[in-house]
């Protein structure tokens, strides 16, 4: 090896981790990799052209000594154990100062964990979410790191250039100390969960009430991705409708398997908004359907025991409108519910987020860009501690005259036998949470009645008991 001056590091050159280290070459940044694979060694190589510029090992010694110091090492290994062991095997290697970055899914707790080891010894530990998938990693994700920040210094450069650019702006910022990437990363995938349950739920409205086809289904998508809600996910799903299948006759969306699969972190984002006292429904039902979705045979079976109402007859243009409406209404309703989750973490774990900064890096790069997230970014800048997006002013009217088909369509579906609990959840919860009144007063009085649990009233100060039927 002729130099020993590359700037960057990176373990794990599966297709995320090739991609990634290609996209640090692209933009000038010499890169060495480091997998125990040879294939995946040489692939890299091949791939990457000039060794000068990007090159590999399975040999970690080699690969560490290849770094220049400050050493900047970015794992893009499975979450879990092997985070661990690779920070093992790097450790008595590495000096002081030297920099490791985790861009897997890791859950939020592990990267304190290792952050508080790492600091012991000297080396800074960032915990960095990286959305967008291999596309992504190629071409530019949205990067979401936290960690010490002066240390940051040492891989802005290098994230800014790879990241995804929105107008220009990087998407990446260095979003807290600690864990606050993962985090933030964490709860954008429990918003992507919710995102695609909402569209699977409209889907199934579309073809169910009206018997779209697969191309009257793209268009309506594709027509919805130029208007506002113009997103990743609703471009993709057009892009599905008009997949044909090649391994057989008809569109490719009608011959999968409708049992979805989950990695775990729209789970953890549920979880933690439980433990933390955060309401979340738009997303924890869409944990839920996915679970609904593994119990494939229990449905069939239970499918034969019950009727289930032919659905009525629509106009299908109104239909499509007032779709776009609702999907628009709980798309919104689904970014409140993550961003408040955001926000009430950030004090509860001292992240210190600023909420305009998370909604700016992930205008672009990321599974959830949206058009939305400039409108989103742009209520935190208006006012950094609002509390959760359906009070911003400038969401109060388009919200509002959303609202109607929202109800409309869950009522329409309830009546009809179409699942579509993402929708309901996130009229649910704006109707709750914009109501002034809500029949807690009498769970509060059960509490009390049979257990003296105590209340409070609305017309003095105290905490209150009653013998109740005395
Ligand atoms: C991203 C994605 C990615 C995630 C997949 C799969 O931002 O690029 O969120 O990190 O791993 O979406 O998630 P599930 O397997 O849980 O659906």
Redesign the pocket.
């Known amino acids: 090896m002729k130099h020993k001056n590359y700037d960057f590091g990176l373990v794990g050159l599966g297709v995320m981790g090739r991609n990634f280290i290609l996209n640090v070459k692209d933009n000038n940044f010499k890169a060495f990799g480091y997998d125990l694979d040879q294939k995946q060694v040489d692939a890299l190589k091949e791939e990457g052209g000039d060794l000068d510029k990007v090159d590999a090992s399975t040999d970690i010694k080699t690969f560490v000594e290849a770094l220049a110091k400050p050493r900047k090492v970015m794992l893009l290994v499975p979450a879990g154990k092997i985070v661990d062991a690779v920070i093992e095997s790097l450790l008595p290697l590495l000096d002081k100062d030297d920099i490791i970055i985790d861009g897997g ?1 890791s859950f939020f707790t592990d990267t304190d964990r290792r952050e508080a080891y790492l600091q012991e010894k000297g080396i800074h530990f960032f915990g960095s ?5 291999a596309k ?1 990693a190629r071409k530019g ?2 990067i979401m790191p936290g960690g010490n920040k002066e240390a940051y210094s040492h891989i802005k450069p290098i994230f800014e250039a790879v990241s995804a650019k929105f107008n220009g702006e990087p998407c990446v910022a260095h979003l807290g100390p600690k864990s606050a990437g993962n985090y933030v ?1 964490m709860v ?2 429990g918003i ?2 919710g995102l ?1 349950q909402l569209t699977s739920e409209i889907y199934d409205l579309l073809r169910k009430s009206c018997n779209l086809t697969n191309e009257e289904l793209h268009t309506v998508f594709d027509t919805w991705n130029k208007g506002r809600l113009q997103s990743f996910l609703v471009e993709i799903t057009a892009e599905i409708f008009a997949q044909k299948d090649d391994k057989g006759d008809g569109f490719l969306v009608d011959k999968i398997l409708d049992k ?7 789970k953890w984002t549920s979880q933690n908004a439980m433990d933390l006292g955060i309401p979340v429904p738009s997303i924890d039902i869409a944990v839920s359907m ?1 679970e609904i979705s593994a119990l494939k045979d229990e449905r069939v079976a239970a499918d034969k025991l019950y009727d289930r109402p032919t659905p009525e007859a629509i106009d299908k243009d109104e239909l499509i409108e007032k779709a776009e409406q609702a999907l628009y209404f709980a798309f919104i309703n689904t970014y409140a519910q993550g961003l408040s989750q955001l926000a009430d973490a950030s004090k509860e774990y001292n992240y210190d987020l600023d909420m305009s900064i998370i909604a700016k890096i992930w205008r672009a790069g ?3 860009r949206a058009g939305l997230l400039e409108d989103i970014s742009n209520a935190y800048v208006a006012d950094k501690d609002l509390a959760n997006l359906l009070l911003a002013p400038s969401f109060v009217p388009q919200v509002q005259k959303a609202v109607p088909a929202a109800r409309d369509l869950v009522t329409y579906a309830a009546k009809n036998g179409i699942p579509v609990p993402g929708l309901s959840n996130s009229l649910t919860y704006f109707d709750a949470y914009t109501s002034s009144n809500l029949p807690l007063n009498l769970i509060q009085g059960q509490r009390d009645h049979f257990g003296s649990h105590t209340y409070e009233r609305t017309d003095m100060d105290g905490i209150f008991h009653t013998e109740w039927g005395a």
Do not use: D, F, L, W
């Open positions: 899914n979410g990286v959305s967008g998938g992504g994700p949205s990363k954008h995938n992507e969960y695609m979805a699969k989950q990695k775990g972190t729209g996915r990321c599974i959830i």
